[in-house]
């Protein structure tokens, strides 16, 4: 039988949790990222908004992993190693962009080495803009360094991907799922957004389309219906944990990102691994 989680016993479980992960995070490998530990009370205000049920410690579906499951935790011991280095970094990043007086952490990675050694301020401002702008350019793939440069360089984005209706990429499962779209690029803004909009922006009807996956994805794979990811691969961590939430999912859709908006309808076909646009108004339900 499930018994709901009270609050006092949501918070004293999360701060358990960010004892031991807390030099964790969503895009990890950034270090201008925050860590777990640093999102506590955007992590608490989702945790609040969500039912949280307790579980049994032992889960019967782990019996007879043993062995997966150590090298899976061997694996991931040196990346979790890493982090540890990664936070202790960041914080020492921290300290001193407040000791030099920046009016926001994130300008420090905006720094480059020809400001070092320059007297004068760089216009930081017009940098953050400027980031903000080259963050929509839709990237190829794969490319050499020059055509990347140059995309960067026009911002020309294809014009023929917003009338294109069907996005061929990997399955994850064999299951077929139909229901709206909500586009997200960042996790943090995301539950950041759910905060301050007081309500969940994605329930069980909503197909998550992310540029790509990393695995603190995981903190919202139960409350989604389905995920797809422009890049990705069957073999990634997220990917995995996509199959164990059991979770139907197409990854590696080239130029889905950019051609879908959120409220569009689509359907995945699991066996097919195609994610196909819904433009009629009348659709069937998803299962």
């Known amino acids: 039988m499930k018994r709901s989680v009270g609050p006092a016993r949501r918070e004293r479980e999360l701060d358990e949790w960010l004892a031991t992960y807390g030099h964790r995070g969503p895009l990890e490998s950034d270090l201008a990222r925050p860590r ?52 202790e970094l960041r914080q020492r990043v921290r300290e001193a962009a407040e000791r030099e007086g920046f009016e926001r952490f994130e300008d420090v990675f905006l720094i480059t080495r020809e400001d070092l050694d320059s007297s004068a301020e760089p216009d930081l401002a017009a940098r953050r803009e400027e980031l903000a702008r080259l963050s929509h350019v839709d990237l190829p793939t794969t490319a050499k360094h020059s055509a990347i440069e140059g995309r960067l360089a026009s911002t020309i984005e294809d014009p023929s991907a917003d009338e294109t209706d069907a996005f061929h990429g990997v399955s994850l499962s064999t299951s077929d799922f139909e229901g709206r779209v909500q586009r997200a690029d960042d996790l943090v803004t995301l539950l950041e957004d759910e905060r301050r909009a ?23 794979f139960g409350r989604v219906g389905a995920v797809v990811t422009e890049l990705g691969g069957e073999l990634s961590h997220a990917s995995i944990l996509l199959r164990e939430a059991r979770k139907p ?23 097919r691994g195609v994610v196909e646009r819904i433009r009629s108004e009348e659709s069937a339900p998803g299962h």
């Open 36 to 87: 777990f530990a640093e999102l506590r009370e955007v992590l608490l205000a989702d945790l609040s908004r969500s039912e949280v049920v307790a579980t049994p410690a032992n889960d019967e579906r782990n019996k007879g992993r043993g062995l997966l499951f150590a090298l899976d935790r061997r694996r991931e011991s040196f990346r979790d190693e890493l982090m540890r280095i990664w936070q």
């Open 198 to 220: 007081e309500r969940n922006l994605v329930d069980g009807r909503t197909v998550l389309v992310v540029p790509a996956l990393e695995p603190s994805w995981a903190v919202i």
């Open 249 to 271: 999912a197409v990854v590696n859709c080239t130029g889905i990102w950019s051609a879908l908006a959120d409220g569009d309808r689509v359907r995945l076909h699991g066996r």
